[in-house]
């Protein structure tokens, strides 16, 4: 028996904005058969098509450039809390790492002109790109935000997702469980917006 692929709403709504940008609307609208107004409710997630179509339009969207969706599991299974499915999403992982390479660079080429050895071997430990953990967890956030379902955020940047913490410092580290609320145990937090996530993707871009 074939399996039916089922293209969830964040999915489809990432990639009818890639379509919209780089085809057009009125592409998608004769494509589909339908008004503008349809269109751009899509865009907006005020409404979603049938299965059909939204697999149609994932599909469609990944042949026009859409960047593959990336998953975490949440309950030992993915889902659409915890997918990435946005280019810029991805594209906001990538330029922090950016960042921390060329500080990375910076500090070796300083350390290599005042022959510092300990400041090199400081410089050689740097890290040059997030953890999968702390690229999630920006990532998720601006997905969740782009959908208008912003989630609690901590001191650190940490979302949860399910029973685990995306994004928590490591020495603080917390292995999830099915029906845990991390948030019971700290104070510290608040419901992430716009403002927040624009300040922490500037702090780690030194922007």
């Known amino acids: 028996m074939t399996r039916r692929t089922r293209t969830s709403t964040n999915i489809f709504r990432a990639r009818i904005e890639t379509l919209v940008r780089e085809q057009g ?32 339009i994932r599909r469609r969207g990944l042949t026009a450039g859409a960047p593959q969706a990336q998953q975490i599991r949440v309950r030992g299974r993915f889902s ?62 601006r997905e969740r935000l782009m959908s208008e379902e912003p989630g609690r955020v901590g001191p650190s940047g940490e979302i949860q997702i399910g029973g685990d913490i995306v994004g928590e410092p490591i020495d603080e580290e917390y292995e999830g469980e099915r029906g845990y609320d991390y948030w019971d145990e700290i104070d510290d937090y608040d419901v992430d917006d716009w403002a927040a996530w624009r300040a922490d993707y500037a702090e780690a871009t030194g922007t």
Not at 116 to 121: E, I, K, V, Y
Request: net charge positive; charged share 35%.
């Open 80 to 141: 659409q809390e915890g997918t990435i499915a946005r280019g810029g999403s991805l594209n906001a992982v990538a330029a922090i790492n950016r960042r921390m390479r060329r500080v990375r660079d910076a500090e070796i080429r300083a350390a290599r002109r005042a022959g510092d050895q300990r400041r090199m071997r400081m410089a050689r430990a740097l890290p040059t790109r997030m953890t999968r953990d702390e690229a999630s967890a920006i990532a998720i956030r």
């Open 25 to 56: 609307i009125e592409r998608q609208m004769r494509q589909y058969g339908v008004t503008r107004r349809t269109v751009q409710r899509w865009v907006a997630g005020e409404s979603t098509p049938s299965q059909a179509r939204r697999e149609s």
